[in-house]
């Protein structure tokens, strides 16, 4: 019996061949590659995302453009802003880093650095992965 991440597998390499979709390949490789941290291998996935990202679109494309059946299968992602703190020591999700007052050097949350992204990737509402943090 095959594992249900076996099946998501097959089921995307599959579909990434399929040219009548609407994401591109290296956009559906971001599915597989995000929730393992972008390994060897996935620097196209990694540069697609960051594309996305900057043409102010989701960090991953919908499950459903990438599946053979055009289906989502119980696939789903997660994204926002995150504020970086300490750089990239720890981020705190759904903020961005910001100003307090008119003192340059107090920040909220205390100790944040800078402003990026959080991604997530789930399967049947169970997160697949860790949180995957970026800067633009």
């Known amino acids: 019996m095959l594992k249900k991440s076996t099946v998501i597998l097959l089921c995307l390499t599959s579909s990434l061949s399929n040219s009548a979709q609407a994401a591109s390949q290296d956009e559906c490789a971001i599915w597989l590659c ?35 059946d055009g289906s989502s299968s119980g696939m789903l992602s997660k ?16 903020t961005t880093c910001q100003r307090v007052g008119g003192d340059n050097r107090r920040y909220r949350p205390s100790g944040c650095t800078g402003s990026g992204y959080y991604a997530e990737v789930y399967s049947d509402g169970k997160q697949m992965g860790e949180t995957y943090y970026f800067m633009p």
Not at 46 to 60: G, I
């Open 79 to 94: 994204d926002g802003r995150a504020a970086e703190i300490h750089h990239g020591q720890s981020w705190v999700k759904g």
């Open 34 to 68: 995000l929730p393992s941290g972008f390994p060897s291998g996935c620097s196209g996935a990694y540069s697609a995302m960051k594309n996305r990202v900057k043409k102010f679109k989701p960090p991953l494309p919908s499950f459903s453009s990438c599946a053979i």
